[in-house]
Nanobody, 115 residues
Framework: VQLQAFGGGLVQAGGSLRLSCTAA????????FGWYRQAPGKQREQVAI???????IYADSVKGRFTITGDNAKNAVYLQMNSLKPEDTAVYYC??????????WGQGTLVTVSS
């Protein structure tokens, strides 16, 4: 399974971006599919994830601003990011957790929010 993430870029504070991640290959049953991010000098943190049964978890820092959606038919997950802040600047990674086997990570896409 290969994950491809794209949609990052440079945006001014208050702007929006939409990230996409598609999974190529046979994923089997998926337990979770979502997004993490890692800012310079910081640990990777969970941003938003869709769990089994469609349960969605957001980091407190993005609640009300980011929306995660999934498309099972396309094996894809999306992250709509609105009202972006400079502190959202990070490399964003998508993660797929299969029911069986190891987790899969995308290559990361850089989001830079200027003040």
């Amino acid at each position: 399974v290969q994950l491809q993430a794209f949609g990052g870029g440079l945006v001014q504070a208050g702007g929006s971006l939409r990230l996409s991640c598609t999974a190529a290959g046979s994923t089997g049953t998926v337990n979770a599919f979502g997004w993490y991010r890692q800012a310079p000098g910081k640990q990777r943190e969970q941003v938003a994830i869709i769990g089994s049964g469609g349960r969605i978890i957001y980091a407190d820092s993005v609640k009300g601003r980011f929306t995660i959606t999934g498309d099972n038919a396309k094996n894809a997950v999306y992250l709509q990011m609105n009202s972006l802040k400079p502190e959202d600047t990070a490399v964003y990674y998508c993660l797929l957790v299969p029911r069986i086997g190891s987790d899969y990570w995308g290559q990361g896409t850089l989001v830079t929010v200027s003040s």
